[in-house]
Each structure stands twice: as structure tokens, then as C-alpha cells.
């Protein structure tokens, strides 16, 4: 599609054909090249691709913002190049280097700033996949490896903006056992959550909360974003056991609520009962940005939180977080990378 053809206005999370992508190969045993930009394009794939059978890859979730002053930024990429070349590691590929990551970042986003919407209307949606691009049919590694970058022009993954979501607490599927792939952005690790997110959205939940495997008993995650709780003045998070994705989300709010909010916090498990008795409640990823939570149904039973509204605290982080995404206050602790 070409810029003038899109409705900025009303974008929603899906995916927009763009201008151009960036793509770079390995092979087994050598180093990445260097890559390069493309005209946006089928790839050309063999049905033996060991990706198609064996799901070697990952992908990696990224925005980059329009702001006011006409400047493009992007959020704390080098986290992002740093988590995907771990993931490499854990998928048997060969670790993508953080240059190499974040020049293909860079390149597609500049070759694509028209599709990119004001802060108001969304954001570029960067998504850096790499994967066994090579043909194989014994379970092992890829002979060749591809990184590829496109982007999509986005608006908000859960309808209205700070609008608590419901959720659903499952006991029926789990996203991620410990020692499994849960820590890293396995493409794997997605299609399992695509049944039970069916199932709760037609019950009228946004999305499903996912318990341990091993006890059912304490929060890991909300489909594709982590969790936080608020009790007592306290911001309390499920600590990074293995089987949850350290959000780089997490990780900022974690920190804003410490520096800006001199708030405690504990990372530590969290169980479905104390969350219950939450002060409020939240889940925070790229795609998600800070969505406040106003409803819990466990067991059959619906728990509300702050009469359904967005809690203090969470409105707080919220502006905090998107202040310094959106370039409307000051980039203290030298999150943005400007483009
Ligand atoms: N948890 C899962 C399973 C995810 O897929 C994501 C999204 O990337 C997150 C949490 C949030 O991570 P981040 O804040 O880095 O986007
Ligand atoms: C993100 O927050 O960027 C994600 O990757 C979530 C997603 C699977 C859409």
C-alpha cells in the first residue's frame, strides 16, 4: 500500500504491506553478511525449510514514533538486539550480532518514515524475524539462517485506548514450561496461545492469563505482555524464572515505578489469590504499551478492580512510559534512539 492510501486514523494492529524490507543471511558455520535493503517481497523459501517443519526462529517486536517535532525515535533497541541474539542461542542459530540487528532496524524505518503514523494514530510496528531458512529433514539446525526486517503502520492492540481489559485465568493450556523456551521469542511459543486467546475473546475477554505449569497456581503472563499487580504502594511482577518473556516493557516499568514513583518493588511469584486482592492491575508490552486490568474471571467468578476504572498508579506509568516514547517529556535515562 502506498502512504497516501491509509487511513492513519484508523489503524488498528494489523499487518500493512510497506515499501521495503531488509534482509541478511548465514550460513552454518560462517558469519552473518551484511545485508540489505529490498523492495518488500515474497520470500522465496523451500517447503523443506527446516523453520517450516521444525519452527527454528524468532521474532523480535518493536515501534517506532512520529514525534511532534518531526523526529523519528525508537524505544531501547538495543534491548531488543541483545534478547533476540539470546533467543538465537537457545534455538541452535547462529547469534545475530547487535550491528547487524540494529542497522536492519534502522535502515527499514528510515526507507519507510512516511508509513510512520503521529503518536496520536499509532506507531511503526518493527518486526526483525530470523529463522532456518535452509532445507533439512532430520531434526537439526538449519544449514542457512535469514534475518529479515519489515514494519507495518499500527494502531492499539487491545481496543480503546486505556480502556481496562478483562481477562480469563486458564487452567485449561499453558503458554510456557520451565526450562522450555518461554524466555526467549520462539515463533513456537505463540500458535499454542491461539486457541485459548479464541476461546476468551469469544467469551468476551481480551486475552487469557496464563498460571505455571508446574503448580497452576502463580501468574506467568498475559498472552503476549507481562503482568504487574499493585498492592499496598508495592509494584510486584512475576520474577524471570525461564518460562517468561523478560519484556523490555517490564523492565521500564520496573524502573520508573522505583525512580519516579520511589515505589517498591518485588519480583518475586505471585499467586492468582493475592493478585485477587490487588490494588490494581496491569499488563505491559511493546504491543501493549500499559493496559490497566478491570476484570479477572477465576474459577467462574468475575473480580473487578478499582470499579473497572484505570488505577492512579497505573495511570502514572502510563504517562511516564509514553511521555518518553512520544517525546513529550525528557528522555532521562536515554531510553530513545533517535533515527
Ligand atoms: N510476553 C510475551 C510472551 C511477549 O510476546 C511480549 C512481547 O514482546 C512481552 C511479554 C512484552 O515484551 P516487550 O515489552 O519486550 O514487548
Ligand atoms: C509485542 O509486544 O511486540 C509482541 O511481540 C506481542 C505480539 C505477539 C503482537
Given at each position: 500500500?502506498?502512504?497516501?492510501?491509509?487511513?492513519?486514523?484508523?489503524?488498528?494492529?494489523?499487518?500493512?504491506?510497506?515499501?521495503?524490507?531488509?534482509?541478511?543471511?548465514?550460513?552454518?558455520?560462517?558469519?552473518?553478511?551484511?545485508?540489505?535493503?529490498?523492495?518488500?517481497?515474497?520470500?522465496?523459501?523451500?517447503?523443506?525449510?527446516?523453520?517450516?517443519?521444525?519452527?527454528?526462529?524468532?521474532?523480535?517486536?518493536?515501534?517506532?514514533?512520529?514525534?511532534?517535532?518531526?523526529?523519528?525515535?525508537?524505544?531501547?533497541?538495543?534491548?531488543?538486539?541483545?534478547?533476540?541474539?539470546?533467543?538465537?542461542?537457545?534455538?541452535?542459530?547462529?547469534?545475530?550480532?547487535?550491528?547487524?540487528?540494529?542497522?536492519?532496524?534502522?535502515?527499514?524505518?528510515?526507507?519507510?518514515?512516511?508509513?510512520?503514523?503521529?503518536?496520536?494514530?499509532?506507531?511503526?510496528?518493527?518486526?526483525?524475524?530470523?529463522?532456518?531458512?535452509?532445507?533439512?529433514?532430520?531434526?537439526?539446525?538449519?544449514?542457512?539462517?535469514?534475518?529479515?526486517?519489515?514494519?507495518?503502520?499500527?494502531?492499539?492492540?487491545?481496543?480503546?485506548?486505556?480502556?481496562?481489559?478483562?481477562?480469563?485465568?486458564?487452567?485449561?493450556?499453558?503458554?510456557?514450561?520451565?526450562?522450555?523456551?518461554?524466555?526467549?521469542?520462539?515463533?513456537?511459543?505463540?500458535?499454542?496461545?491461539?486457541?485459548?486467546?479464541?476461546?476468551?475473546?469469544?467469551?468476551?475477554?481480551?486475552?487469557?492469563?496464563?498460571?505455571?505449569?508446574?503448580?497452576?497456581?502463580?501468574?506467568?503472563?498475559?498472552?503476549?505482555?507481562?503482568?504487574?499487580?499493585?498492592i499496598d504502594n508495592k509494584l510486584i511482577t512475576p520474577e524471570?524464572?525461564?518460562?517468561?518473556?523478560?519484556?523490555?516493557?517490564?523492565?521500564?516499568?520496573?524502573?520508573?515505578?522505583?525512580?519516579?514513583?520511589?515505589?517498591?518493588?518485588?519480583?518475586?511469584?505471585?499467586?492468582?489469590?493475592?493478585?485477587?486482592?490487588?490494588?490494581?492491575?496491569?499488563?505491559?508490552?511493546?504491543?501493549?504499551?500499559?493496559?490497566?486490568?478491570?476484570?479477572?474471571?477465576?474459577?467462574?467468578?468475575?473480580?473487578?478492580?478499582?470499579?473497572?476504572?484505570?488505577?492512579?498508579?497505573?495511570?502514572?506509568?502510563?504517562?511516564?512510559?509514553?511521555?518518553?516514547?512520544?517525546?513529550?517529556?525528557?528522555?532521562?535515562?536515554?531510553?530513545?534512539?533517535?533515527?
Open positions: 500500500m502506498k502512504p497516501n492510501e491509509i487511513d492513519f486514523d484508523k489503524l488498528t494492529f494489523s499487518f500493512t504491506q510497506t515499501r521495503s524490507m531488509f534482509v541478511a543471511k548465514c550460513n552454518l558455520g560462517e558469519e552473518w553478511e551484511s545485508g540489505e535493503l529490498k523492495p518488500f517481497e515474497n520470500l522465496n523459501l523451500s517447503p523443506a525449510a527446516v523453520v517450516l517443519s521444525y519452527g527454528q526462529g524468532l521474532f523480535e517486536g518493536m515501534k517506532a514514533y512520529r514525534w511532534d517535532n518531526g523526529e523519528i525515535a525508537m524505544f531501547r533497541p538495543e534491548m531488543n538486539a541483545k534478547r533476540a541474539a539470546n533467543g538465537c542461542t537457545r534455538l541452535s542459530m547462529p547469534e545475530i550480532p547487535s550491528s547487524l540487528f540494529i542497522n536492519g532496524v534502522k535502515k527499514v524505518v528510515r526507507d519507510n518514515a512516511d508509513y510512520i503514523p503521529s503518536t496520536e494514530q499509532g506507531a511503526l510496528y518493527v518486526r526483525p524475524i530470523i529463522f532456518g531458512s535452509g532445507e533439512g529433514v532430520g531434526v537439526a539446525p538449519s544449514s542457512e539462517y535469514s534475518f529479515i526486517v519489515y514494519v507495518s503502520p499500527v494502531g492499539p492492540y487491545f481496543k480503546g485506548k486505556l480502556k481496562p481489559i478483562k481477562l480469563v485465568v486458564t487452567k485449561d493450556f499453558h503458554r510456557a514450561p520451565l526450562k522450555g523456551t518461554g524466555g526467549v521469542k520462539a515463533i513456537g511459543n505463540y500458535v499454542p496461545g491461539m486457541l485459548p486467546s479464541s476461546i476468551a475473546k469469544s467469551k468476551g475477554y481480551a486475552e487469557v492469563i496464563y498460571l505455571d505449569a508446574a503448580e497452576e497456581k502463580y501468574i506467568e503472563e498475559v498472552g503476549a505482555a507481562n503482568f504487574f499487580a499493585i524471570l524464572t525461564g518460562s517468561i518473556l523478560p519484556g523490555i516493557t517490564r523492565d521500564s516499568v520496573i524502573h520508573l515505578a522505583k525512580t519516579k514513583l520511589k515505589l517498591e518493588i518485588e519480583e518475586r511469584r505471585i499467586s492468582v489469590d493475592e493478585a485477587l486482592t490487588a490494588d490494581e492491575l496491569f499488563c505491559a508490552g511493546t504491543a501493549a504499551i500499559i493496559a490497566p486490568i478491570g476484570l479477572i474471571s477465576y474459577e467462574g467468578k468475575d473480580y473487578i478492580f478499582n470499579d473497572g476504572n484505570i488505577g492512579k498508579i497505573t495511570n502514572e506509568l502510563y504517562n511516564y512510559l509514553t511521555g518518553i516514547q512520544f517525546g513529550t517529556s525528557e528522555d532521562e535515562f536515554g531510553w530513545m534512539a533517535k533515527i
